[in-house]
């Protein structure tokens, strides 16, 4: 048995490299390849996306797993072993439902499409991006249907995303948020110049950004050794292996916090990919266990951590030191309050954390239009603008700010944007657990200490990487299913104590 469960490690590595080396040069796309590299990239990303779906679809592959079913039933259910069996048999299965010329077919278009994005988003002219959108759109139809219907055409795409979670569930559990935060932004609208956050806006010099950037994220646990930090259009973070995390972010020279908190939020991502098991290196569980986890973790570093007194009692007057003609004449409880303001705002990744809820279910209703060919895609601009009014009271000015902003639609990344909202509220259930767990944590942030919470992090949560499914994954952290409760109990007590609502 042993020898038969080390030529499923074998073959499992060598799906997971070509998984890695597809990681890699997407990060390279995104980051260094100059334009003209774009053409012949899709093409390679089709190739190894082809090559990996192959071999993880593969019969013998099938006839290996069912021949290790004895001895993963022999296993512990929590052992390594028994945890690659399982997931490999999982993913063996979904593999075999989708032609690897479909696979190749979304990589290649996805590729393409998120060149033509990035010229469409420059211009802000979302007609450049339709033929793509639509492409990538038809992909998705056939993608779902080689599948068994579901109760809902979304949950095929949801579950690449966020394994096992329904669309009907998702719409609850955004139902239950809604009912607390549209007063509570309300309320706050009523105060809307309790806050005045003109400090974020001025002359930050890019090169200062970063330095301030690299400070605070080697605090969080960056080092050169095993992470890189570069530039991109639209942040994200991406590994190669869990020593080896390239985290990426944006500089506006004139706002602070795309750059700010961008950082911290892609340094949460990395943190959870690089807290994985080292035993589980090159095996399809070494990765997070759901973007709804892993949102939990960037979502928590950038605003648990990152939007909190204790922190900026550490590194306020490092930033004062880095920018003095922007904050050396502000107080530290200004700029607190500035970086938690809430204002509708039409950019999502720099909505403060009330709004950019909104930002989310706005995304997740189209998307499901889409899917179920209620909303024609030539007709999307219209329809996100007008739910931008109803939901922020926003007018969108042009598409670049609008329904162009995102990198996901070009990435083939329909049923993704929900987990963005799962995490917020994951983030606080975690928390919770982990005040409890180090009651003295915020006394250790003002002291610059973040050492504490990211190893609880990484013994709670990273170190399982996929082993367990998400719902297991979260209960095993804090003891039970998805709830809004902490979030919302963390957004009222803290906004209604910056706004004077309590
Ligand atoms: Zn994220």
Same mark, same amino acid.
């Given at each position: 048995?042993?020898?038969?469960?080390?030529e499923l490690k074998t073959r499992l590595a060598e799906i997971h490299d070509i998984d890695k080396i597809h990681w890699v040069l997407n990060w390279d796309q995104r980051t260094m390849m100059p334009h003209g590299g774009a053409a012949v990239r899709a093409e390679q990303l089709a190739t190894l996306?082809?090559?990996?779906?192959?071999?993880?679809?593969? =019969? =013998?592959?099938?006839?290996?797993?069912?021949?290790?079913?004895?001895?993963?039933?022999?296993?512990?259910?929590?052992?390594?072993?028994?945890?690659?069996?399982?997931?490999?048999?999982?993913?063996?299965?979904?593999?075999?439902?989708?032609?690897?010329?479909?696979?190749?077919?979304?990589?290649?278009?996805?590729?393409?499409?998120?060149?033509?994005?990035?010229?469409?988003?420059?211009?802000?002219?979302?007609?450049? #991006?339709?033929?793509?959108?639509?492409?990538?759109?038809?992909?998705?139809?056939?993608?779902?249907?080689?599948?068994?219907?579901?109760?809902?055409?979304?949950?095929?795409?949801?579950?690449?995303?966020?394994?096992?979670?329904?669309?009907?569930?998702?719409?609850?559990?955004?139902?239950?948020?809604?009912?607390?935060?549209?007063?509570?932004?309300?309320?706050?609208?009523?105060?809307?110049?309790?806050?005045?956050?003109?400090?974020?806006?001025?002359?930050?010099?890019?090169?200062?950004?970063?330095?301030?950037?690299?400070?605070?994220?080697?605090?969080?646990?960056?080092?050169?050794?095993?992470?890189?930090?570069?530039?991109?259009?639209?942040?994200?973070?991406?590994?190669?292996?869990?020593?080896?995390?390239?985290?990426?972010?944006?500089?506006?020279?004139?706002?602070?916090?795309?750059?700010?908190?961008?950082?911290?939020?892609?340094?949460?991502?990395?943190?959870?990919?690089?807290?994985?098991?080292?035993?589980?290196?090159?095996?399809?569980?070494?990765?997070?266990?759901?973007?709804?986890?892993?949102?939990?973790?960037?979502?928590?570093?950038?605003?648990?951590? @990152?939007?909190?007194?204790?922190?900026?009692?550490?590194?306020?007057?490092?930033?004062?030191?880095?920018?003095?003609?922007?904050?050396? &004449?502000?107080?530290?409880?200004?700029?607190?309050?500035?970086?938690?303001?809430?204002?509708?705002?039409?950019?999502?990744v720099e909505a403060d954390e009330a709004t950019y809820n909104l930002h989310i279910i706005l995304r997740f209703e189209l998307e499901q239009e889409i899917m179920e060919g209620k909303l024609a895609l030539r007709d999307l601009p219209e329809a996100w603008n007008a739910r931008m009014k109803s939901?922020?009271?926003?007018?969108?000015?042009?598409?670049?700010?609008?329904?162009?902003?995102? *990198?996901?639609?070009?990435? &083939?990344?329909?049923?993704?944007?929900?987990?963005?909202?799962? @995490?917020?509220? *994951?983030?606080?259930? *975690?928390?919770?657990?982990?005040?409890?767990?180090?009651?003295?944590?915020?006394?250790? #942030?003002?002291? &610059?200490?973040?050492?504490?919470?990211?190893?609880?992090?990484?013994?709670?949560?990273?170190?399982?990487?996929?082993?367990?499914?998400?719902?297991?994954?979260?209960?095993?952290?804090?003891? &039970?299913?998805?709830?809004?409760?902490?979030?919302?109990?963390?957004?009222?007590?803290?906004?209604?104590?910056?706004?004077?609502?309590?």
């Amino acid at each position: 048995m042993n020898e038969k469960f080390a030529e499923l490690k074998t073959r499992l590595a060598e799906i997971h490299d070509i998984d890695k080396i597809h990681w890699v040069l997407n990060w390279d796309q995104r980051t260094m390849m100059p334009h003209g590299g774009a053409a012949v990239r899709a093409e390679q990303l089709a190739t190894l996306e082809k090559l990996r779906y192959e071999k993880f679809g593969a =019969d =013998d592959l099938g006839r290996l797993l069912d021949d290790l079913r004895p001895y993963e039933e022999s296993l512990p259910y929590d052992s390594d072993e028994a945890g690659l069996i399982r997931v490999a048999r999982r993913d063996h299965a979904k593999a075999r439902r989708v032609p690897p010329e479909l696979r190749a077919a979304m990589a290649r278009t996805a590729s393409v499409a998120s060149e033509a994005w990035i010229e469409a988003r420059k211009q802000s002219d979302y007609s450049l #991006f339709l033929p793509h959108l639509q492409k990538n759109v038809e992909l998705k139809h056939k993608y779902v249907e080689c599948f068994d219907d579901a109760d809902h055409v979304y949950d095929i795409l949801l579950d690449d995303f966020e394994p096992g979670m329904k669309t009907a569930e998702v719409r609850a559990v955004f139902d239950d948020l809604k009912k607390d935060l549209v007063p509570l932004i309300a309320a706050i609208a009523q105060k809307s110049d309790a806050v005045d956050d003109s400090c974020l806006h001025g002359q930050f010099p890019v090169d200062r950004q970063r330095e301030f950037c690299l400070a605070v994220i080697k605090r969080f646990g960056f080092n050169a050794n095993s992470w890189r930090l570069d530039p991109t259009v639209h942040p994200f973070a991406s590994n190669s292996c869990t020593t080896d995390i390239r985290i990426t972010t944006r500089y506006h020279q004139d706002f602070i916090n795309a750059a700010l908190f961008g950082t911290m939020h892609e340094c949460g991502h990395g943190l959870y990919e690089n807290g994985v098991s080292p035993a589980l290196e090159r095996t399809p569980l070494c990765r997070g266990a759901s973007l709804g986890l892993h949102e939990s973790q960037s979502r928590m570093w950038e605003n648990l951590v @990152g939007r909190s007194r204790p922190f900026w009692r550490y590194f306020f007057p490092k930033l004062q030191a880095a920018f003095p003609s922007q904050f050396g &004449g502000v107080s530290m409880e200004t700029f607190y309050r500035a970086i938690n303001k809430v204002q509708p705002s039409l950019i999502r990744v720099e909505a403060d954390e009330a709004t950019y809820n909104l930002h989310i279910i706005l995304r997740f209703e189209l998307e499901q239009e889409i899917m179920e060919g209620k909303l024609a895609l030539r007709d999307l601009p219209e329809a996100w603008n007008a739910r931008m009014k109803s939901y922020l009271g926003l007018d969108v000015p042009d598409d670049a700010q609008g329904v162009l902003q995102d *990198i996901h639609w070009s990435s &083939g990344m329909l049923g993704y944007f929900p987990t963005y909202s799962l @995490g917020n509220i *994951i983030s606080c259930q *975690i928390w919770e657990k982990a005040l409890a767990a180090m009651p003295d944590l915020y006394d250790q #942030f003002e002291r &610059g200490e973040f050492m504490a919470l990211r190893e609880w992090l990484r013994e709670a949560l990273h170190k399982h990487g996929r082993k367990f499914t998400p719902t297991e994954t979260l209960a095993k952290v804090v003891g &039970g299913p998805i709830s809004v409760k902490p979030y919302v109990n963390y957004l009222q007590s803290k906004l209604g104590d910056i706004y004077g609502l309590n």
